[in-house]
């Protein structure tokens, strides 16, 4: 095989109470990457499609190839040449795990070309050093679903502890995003680096009432504990009508809402697809009212993650 494309998907980081550990991803939108052998040694991008020219076309600082580059050379790989393609199908700085596609995207496609020597959870590493290039921290939640699919637990970075739980099959996510852009650095430097016990004790609790809630299918449990009182009450004042939009989500249906990642995206939880879609509409209204355009996105959680198109 001398040519790969792969899809890997967009993603929900933090799902309110887990931020930096909960992770799920959708099945669309994702980005594409297609990747070339060619006769000169060398990783090198020759276009990228959908960043209206924003992303890094040098190989060494785009998180799509500094992933590829970095499985080369931990592979002992010297003179490979290739020729990478990255189809952006989702915004930058959306909240909706834009860099962690592109880096999940390319390191699979990467693996596949070479015959695959590392398996799917072997690639994380890989895929986290192409966040830290894009949004300056190697955190896991997003490019642990798009990688792996299904929801997400980061038990320990380290050392790296990760793995997927069981989810009832009619959960559906409702993400929306508003046009404005939220730059993750920026939305990770605000937050405070203390919290005080009564707040720990709060987002433990819902921590574990949310695992419990989706491990036994307990609709009503998911939703109670869909609560975020450390980081949602911080980063909620860089949106727009956050408490408005997220009332209107819970009001039509949905069992909970908060910040998709580091936002401007919100997503919410729902039993079933039709009240994602009802509660999306509200959510997309409540933005339109102060002049807001929001695309809106309904979808079960994929639990395939990325694959090889
Ligand atoms: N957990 C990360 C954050 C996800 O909230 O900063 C970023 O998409």
Redo the contacts with the bound molecule.
């Keep these: 095989m001398n040519s790969i494309r792969a899809f890997a998907p967009a993603t929900v980081?933090?799902v309110a109470c887990g931020?930096?550990i909960f992770g799920f991803a959708i099945e669309a939108p994702g980005d594409v990457v297609e990747i070339r052998k060619r006769d000169e040694p060398g990783v090198v991008i020759t276009e990228i499609t959908g960043d209206e020219g924003r992303l890094p076309r040098n190989a060494e600082k785009n998180a799509v190839t500094v992933v590829m580059l970095h499985l080369l050379k931990h592979l002992g790989i010297k003179d490979f040449g290739c020729e990478v393609v990255l189809h952006k199908n989702m915004p930058l700085g959306s909240?909706m795990?834009s860099s962690a596609a592109s880096a999940v995207a390319g390191v699979v496609a990467m693996n596949e070309l070479l015959g695959n020597p590392l398996t799917r959870q072997e690639l994380l590493p890989f895929a986290m050093e192409g966040e830290k290039i894009a949004?300056g921290?190697a955190?896991a939640?997003?490019v642990g679903p798009s990688l792996l699919g299904g929801f997400v637990v980061i038990r320990s970075y380290n050392p790296l502890d990760i793995f997927t739980i069981p989810i009832p099959d009619d959960l559906y996510c409702t993400l929306v995003h508003p046009d404005i852009e939220i730059n993750?650095k920026d939305?990770?430097f605000i937050l405070r680096n203390e919290v005080s016990l009564k707040n720990t004790i709060a987002q433990m609790g819902n921590v574990a009432g949310l695992v419990a809630g989706l491990m036994k299918s307990d609709y009503e449990l998911i939703g109670r504990s869909m609560v975020d009182v450390i980081?949602e009450p911080v980063r909620s004042i860089l949106i727009p009508e956050f408490k408005e939009v997220k009332k209107a989500a819970i009001a039509n249906g949905a069992l909970g809402c908060s910040i998709s990642?580091?936002g401007p995206s919100m997503f919410a939880l729902s039993k079933g697809k039709a009240h994602a879609e009802i509660a999306g509409l509200a959510m997309q209204q409540k933005f339109a009212d102060v002049g807001i355009e929001a695309s809106m996105h309904v979808s079960a959680i994929n639990k395939n993650g990325a694959t090889i198109l």
């Design positions: 980081a933090n931020f930096d909240g795990g949004s921290s955190h939640d997003n993750t939305a990770r980081i990642g580091s």
